[in-house]
Nanobody
Framework: QGQLVESGGGLVQAGGSLRLSCAASGRTFRSYVMAWFRQAPGKEREFVVVINENGARLTYADTVKGRFTISRDTAKNTVYLQMNSLNPEDTAVYYC????????????????WGQGTQVTVSS
């Protein structure tokens, strides 16, 4: 079984930046579609962005377009989420997800999940 481990979360002021990492282990996710989701308290898990196995960024949520960038380092089996111009509405637990194929930007379409990393943006 594979494992996804997120890191890089923390507390940042509005307007600041963070870079999240998702390290895969136990199996190769190099051919998998990788995505980031987030979940704020009392809200459903929300799609953020997805990248395919070739590094093409398939789609971004409108709320993060122009501010967030996903990338992947195949050699390191790691996916990154660069988050700029953060605002308090970005506060959430951020989850990395993976699946062998792209079946849409919904949580149910992904079979592998990390444990999440907390991002808190203060105003």
């Amino acid at each position: 079984q594979g494992q996804l481990v997120e890191s890089g979360g923390g507390l940042v002021q509005a307007g600041g930046s963070l870079r999240l990492s998702c390290a895969a282990s136990g199996r190769t996710f190099r051919s998998y579609v990788m995505a980031w989701f987030r979940q704020a308290p009392g809200k459903e898990r929300e799609f953020v962005v997805v990248i395919n196995e070739n590094g093409a960024r398939l789609t971004y949520a409108d709320t993060v377009k122009g501010r967030f960038t996903i990338s992947r380092d195949t050699a390191k089996n790691t996916v990154y989420l660069q988050m700029n111009s953060l605002n308090p509405e970005d506060t959430a637990v951020y989850y990395c997800a993976a699946d062998p194929s792209y079946n849409g930007p919904t949580a149910g379409a992904y079979g592998y999940w990390g444990q999440g990393t907390q991002v808190t943006v203060s105003s």
